[in-house]
């Protein structure tokens, strides 16, 4: 199957500093990326849909200055958590979208994020 | 926008019984239905999934159904492992390829 990594795969940060994470699908082009957040117990909201190339699209309720997203390659989108605070604290989750081949349209998820603020 | 419900949110069966969890959606334009199982900590695992113009699919003990004109959809797991305990979601798709997941189950299953 598609391979999906993302990078740190665990962070500490003091509230206030900024904290960026990596998707990378890894052997397939993505297009289109998405990102979650996962709060313990609880299930995945979408956030925003990452387009290559362009703007991304944020889910109602969710603010786009403050989750900033580049999607500047058809194998990376970044997500960017902008002065973070304690209520940000959580599991973030990319998924891939693949363009073609044999899983055509599917989405493949990367391993999460778990981001602590303190 | 779409709305899944999934139920129940906790299921406790014996080893070797049967589980089933249900899922309802909201949107008829909804297309694509996979299930996923989630360990603490990880990543979600496609188990199954089912597209609108099938009503049944199985793959060993897991099977998914499909009833799209009341639009609800449900997992049966049969023969109950201790490595069946996990989270379940649901999940359904739409032409803009967003997944909207259920609430989740937690299914534990005793030896």
């Known amino acids: 199957g598609a391979v999906v990594s993302q990078h740190p795969s665990r962070v500490i940060c003091k509230s206030g500093t900024s904290v960026k994470i990596e998707c990378r699908s890894l052997d397939f082009q993505a297009t289109t990326m998405f990102w979650y957040r996962q709060f313990p117990k609880q299930s995945l909201m979408l956030m925003a849909t990452?387009?290559?190339?362009?703007?991304?699209?944020?889910e109602q309720g969710v603010e786009k200055d403050k989750f900033l997203i580049n999607h500047a390659s058809l194998t990376l989108s970044t997500l960017t958590v902008t002065s973070a605070h304690p209520e940000d604290s959580s599991f973030y989750i990319c998924?891939?979208?693949?363009?073609?081949?044999?899983?055509?349209?599917?989405?493949?998820f990367g391993p999460g994020t778990r981001l602590t603020v303190l | 926008g779409e709305n899944v419900e999934q139920h129940p949110s906790t299921l406790s069966v014996q080893e070797g019984d049967s589980a089933v969890i249900k899922c309802t959606y909201s949107?008829?334009?909804?297309?694509?239905f996979p299930w996923y199982k989630q360990e603490l900590g990880k990543r979600p695992q496609l188990i199954i999934d089912i597209r609108s113009n099938v009503g049944e699919k199985k793959d060993q003990r897991i099977a998914v159904t499909l009833n799209k004109t009341a639009k609800h959809f449900s997992l049966h797991i049969t023969e109950t492992q201790p490595e069946d305990s996990a989270v379940y979601f649901c999940?359904?798709?739409?032409?803009?390829?967003?997944?909207?997941f259920g609430a989740g189950t937690t299914v534990t299953v005793r030896a």
């Open positions: 949107d008829s334009a909804s297309n694509y």
């Open positions: 990452s387009n290559e190339g362009s703007k991304a699209t944020y």
């Open positions: 998924s891939a979208k693949t363009s073609g081949g044999n899983y055509r349209n599917e989405q493949f």
């Open positions: 999940a359904s798709r739409g032409g803009d390829y967003k997944l909207s």
